[in-house]
């Protein structure tokens, strides 16, 4: 098992709105992160989580709030989002995060809305 | 800060051999790893490098060269499914994955 699964696939919400983006995992993998992807560009580096500890925050807006209940699940809650951060928000896990040769996994998304 | 630059588009013909590069300055490097990324879908891994020099696998190769900053990655045999952008990603840190600017390549029959 390869995947990354993130649900819901699509979300429309409204600025006031509170919702959570949802990743899932089954291969073991201790790194986990959440990446940025507007149109046309390249996924922007959110946070990574290592050992169910947030390792590193890019200065991301309080806005988001990331969870890691446990070493197969990654959250993200989101509330009184602006119309800029609609998005594509990716979730991706990798192995072992002092590795070197460990490519990170990519879920298929969640494209955001907001209005 | 951290510079990873790749062209914006590049167009080729089916059947032949492109190279996509990739120069990087960055505050630290553990590998550089290049991903495919068909429209609307998750990036999904080609290859990595971390020593100089070529790794190849199948239609694809990818070189580093650490002293020059610079990676490019090889299609050879272009089929219309190669349409996609291809995204050079340095590891910074243990782990910090950081994306360049990536490059729309389009074949053409």
């Known amino acids: 098992d390869t995947e990354v699964t993130q649900t819901p696939k699509h979300l429309v919400m409204g600025m006031t709105n509170k919702k959570s983006l949802k990743c899932e995992q089954h291969?073991?993998?201790?790194?986990m992160y959440w990446y940025k992807q507007k149109a046309k560009k390249p996924p922007e580096l959110m946070f990574v989580?290592?050992?169910?500890?947030?390792?590193i925050n890019e200065s991301v807006p309080s806005r988001f709030s990331p969870e890691c209940p446990n070493s197969s699940l990654l959250n993200l809650h989101l509330h009184a989002l602006q119309p800029e951060d609609s998005a594509l928000y990716l979730c991706?896990?990798?192995?072992?995060?002092?590795?070197?040769?460990?490519?990170?996994?990519f879920g298929q998304g969640t494209r955001l809305t907001v209005v | 800060g951290q510079n990873i630059d790749q062209p914006t588009e590049m167009t080729a013909t089916e059947g032949a051999i492109v190279q996509i590069n990739c120069t990087y300055q960055?505050?630290?490097?553990?590998?550089l790893f290049w991903y495919q990324q068909h429209a609307g879908e998750a990036p999904t891994f080609l290859s990595y490098n971390v020593l100089d020099g070529l790794e190849e696998k199948g239609r694809f190769s990818s070189f580093l060269s650490r002293s020059k900053g610079y990676s490019y990655l090889l299609l050879k045999e272009l089929q219309m499914k190669d349409s996609a952008s291809y995204l050079c990603a340095v590891k910074t840190g243990f782990q910090k994955l950081v994306f360049g600017t990536g490059t729309r390549l389009l074949v053409s029959p």
């Open positions: 991706a896990s990798s192995q072992d995060n002092k590795g070197m040769n460990t490519e990170a996994f």
């Open positions: 291969m073991g993998h201790r790194a």
């Open positions: 960055t505050s630290g490097f553990n590998g």
């Open positions: 989580y290592s050992y169910e500890k947030l390792s």
